[in-house]
């Protein structure tokens, strides 16, 4: 009896230390359906865009997340499968990467699903400024150099950031529109945030952008 209560209280032990170690497992994440219905103005949009480095607590609802990532690089002509942002060649390069406190995921436009990629916060190290830890998501934006089919490296660094600035800017008018702040940031750790990414020898960490509500 005392052998089996033992026996028992180490699996309850090994286990929770295992749960603790390696996370809770992160499932896929279906957005809702992006609300094409809303916005305000593009002129009034435009006159109110701009970076804000001081972000509140609160998290974005799925609705929001689906609403950003879709104004982000969503599929916006489903027939062909071509996005709200402009790639060259239309290569659709870039990869949205979601750093939340819950974990990291990556966004899959052509299902508008958030993939788990790792159950870990990794948001301290989305960028150096002290907000960025903070803030309730950051997204990481990451070129997949394979997917661009010709070129020089140096030519495929030109295109991959080209096209990041298109995303970024599509960020900063969604917010601009929601009342959401928001950042675009160069100053990040890129092979330590990459390889805590996992990410593989073809994948290039563009930028990323730091989006939340702004502080009260
Ligand atoms: C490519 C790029 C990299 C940037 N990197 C950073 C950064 O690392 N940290 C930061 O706080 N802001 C960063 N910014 C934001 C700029 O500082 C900001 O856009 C600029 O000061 C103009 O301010 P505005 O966006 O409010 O017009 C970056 C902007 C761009 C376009």
Redesign the pocket.
């Known amino acids: 009896m005392k052998k089996t209560l033992f026996l028992t209280t180490c699996g309850i032990c090994i286990l929770s230390i295992f749960c603790t170690a390696f996370g809770e497992e992160l499932k896929p994440i279906q957005l809702p359906k992006p609300q094409l219905e809303g916005g305000r103005p593009l002129m009034q949009v435009l006159k109110d865009?701009?970076?804000?480095?001081e972000f509140g607590p609160e998290k974005l609802s799925l609705q929001v997340l689906s609403n950003l990532l879709w104004a982000a690089s969503g599929v916006n002509r489903p027939e062909s499968g071509r996005r709200t942002a402009p790639t060259a060649a239309n290569w659709q390069e870039i990869d949205i990467y979601l750093a939340m406190a819950e974990g990291l995921y990556l966004y899959e436009a052509k299902s508008h699903l958030l993939k788990p990629v790792l159950a870990e916060d990794i948001r301290a190290l989305a960028?150096?400024?002290a907000f960025v830890k903070d803030a309730p998501l950051n997204l990481i934006y990451v070129a997949d150099f394979s997917r661009i089919s010709r070129g020089t490296n140096e030519e495929k660094e030109f295109f991959s950031?080209a096209d990041t600035?298109f995303i970024?800017q599509n960020v900063?008018l969604f917010c601009a529109s929601e009342g959401l702040a928001t950042?675009?940031?160069?100053?990040?750790d890129k092979p330590t945030l990459a390889k805590t990414m996992k990410l593989g020898p073809d994948q290039r960490i563009t930028?990323s952008q730091t989006v939340g509500y702004p502080k009260k």
């Open positions: 865009r701009k970076s804000s480095r960028g150096r400024q950031a600035g970024a900063y950042v675009v940031r160069a100053n990040i930028l």
